[in-house]
């Protein structure tokens, strides 16, 4: 089962930020928090990645609490091209362990 | 830059009927596995493989097989097809040490009839 737990759905207007958010009350020392997107029936999309600093690229940013036990992604200008799956992935640092989905956010960005 | 390239990106298949999904990457990744999607739903991990010869089952391994002969090749076969495996099929590849991030192949769309 997936460790995370994420709304459903969310929408955002064009240009403005989008925050979405994730629960992983759960997560344990060595478990980094991944973030992928799925636009339509595209393969997924790395997003970023961060252990339990704030973390920040070209895409978006992440920001992690101080008990690490949720985190939110924003896309700081939304497009209507952000409109997509999101899915929010706790994974230990061990090499072998594989990435496991859960059902993620569908983010609908509105013109 | 290829990435990871899966063929076909379309197979219409018979019940009964054996077939191979092709995924090949050329990033020298060591870790590769397999996802099945259904209609909206999340991914769910077939097999994974940490090596050229290592394979393991994920989560929903039943009525699949894979191998592991090249670091560059992980295809996935269906020996006998059934109705239920008519679902899009995306492999992945990503380094095995580190935090990498898995790079993903843009699908099979395969339907069993």
Same mark, same amino acid.
């Given at each position: 089962d997936a460790k995370t737990t994420q709304p459903t759905s969310m929408d955002c207007a064009e240009g403005r930020a989008a925050n979405l958010p994730c629960n992983h =009350?759960?997560? =344990?020392?060595?478990e980094y928090v991944y973030w992928y997107r799925q636009i339509h029936s595209q393969g997924p999309q790395y997003i970023i990645h961060g252990l339990k600093n704030n973390e920040t690229n070209e895409m978006a940013s992440l920001i992690i609490t101080e008990d690490r036990k949720s985190s939110t992604l924003i896309l700081p200008h939304a497009t209507l091209r952000d409109t997509a799956v999101y899915y929010c992935i706790v994974r230990a640092h061990s090499g072998n362990t594989p990435l496991v989905f859960g059902k993620g956010t569908r983010l609908s960005v509105i013109a | 830059n290829a990435g990871v390239t899966q063929t076909p990106k379309f197979q219409v298949l018979k019940t009964g009927q054996s077939m191979t999904l092709q995924c090949a990457q050329?990033?020298?990744?060591?870790y590769m596995s397999w996802y099945r999607q259904d209609p909206g739903m999340g991914l769910r991990l077939i097999h994974y493989s940490v090596g050229a010869g290592i394979t393991d089952q994920g989560e929903v391994p039943n009525g699949y097989n894979v191998s592991r002969s090249t670091t560059e090749d992980f295809p996935l076969r269906l020996l006998s097809a059934a109705p239920s495996q008519t679902s899009v099929y995306f492999c992945a590849s990503r380094r095995l040490r580190g935090n990498q991030p898995q790079h993903f192949g843009d699908g099979t769309r395969l339907s069993i009839l």
């Open positions: =009350s759960t997560i =344990s020392g060595n | 050329d990033m020298n990744h060591e």
